[in-house]
Nanobody, 116 residues
Framework: QVQLVESGGGLVQPGGSLRLSCAAS????????MSWYRQSPGKERELVAR????????NYADSVKGRFSISRDNAKNTVALQMNSLKFEDTAVYYC?????????WGQGTQVTVAS
């Protein structure tokens, strides 16, 4: 079955950096685009970044452009989100996502807290 396992969240001060990772299994990772979403308390889940199947195309939410970078390693079935210059408003649970065979799959999420 499809499994997505995120790691790398934590507490960081404003201006700091974190790197999230998502390990995928149960499907042919290299032929699917992958995404990171986030959800803050009281807000809807929002798309943060997406990367195409072989990594040649990426897109980002306006709020993270220039600060976050998504990448993937198809040999290791992993997708990463490098987050720099973190802000208070980046505090959220971050989820890895794939749409596999027209069905949405989510990881369990990893908490990112930006606080001084």
């Amino acid at each position: 079955q499809v499994q997505l396992v995120e790691s790398g969240g934590g507490l960081v001060q404003p201006g700091g950096s974190l790197r999230l990772s998502c390990a995928a299994s149960g499907f042919v990772f290299s032929i699917y685009s992958m995404s990171w979403y986030r959800q803050s308390p009281g807000k809807e889940r929002e798309l943060v970044a997406r990367i195409s199947s072989v990594g040649e195309g990426t897109n980002y939410a306006d709020s993270v452009k220039g600060r976050f970078s998504i990448s993937r390693d198809n040999a290791k079935n992993t997708v990463a989100l490098q987050m720099n210059s973190l802000k208070f408003e980046d505090t959220a649970v971050y989820y890895c996502y794939v749409n596999w065979r027209q069905r949405a799959y989510w990881g369990q999420g990893t908490q990112v807290t930006v606080a001084s």
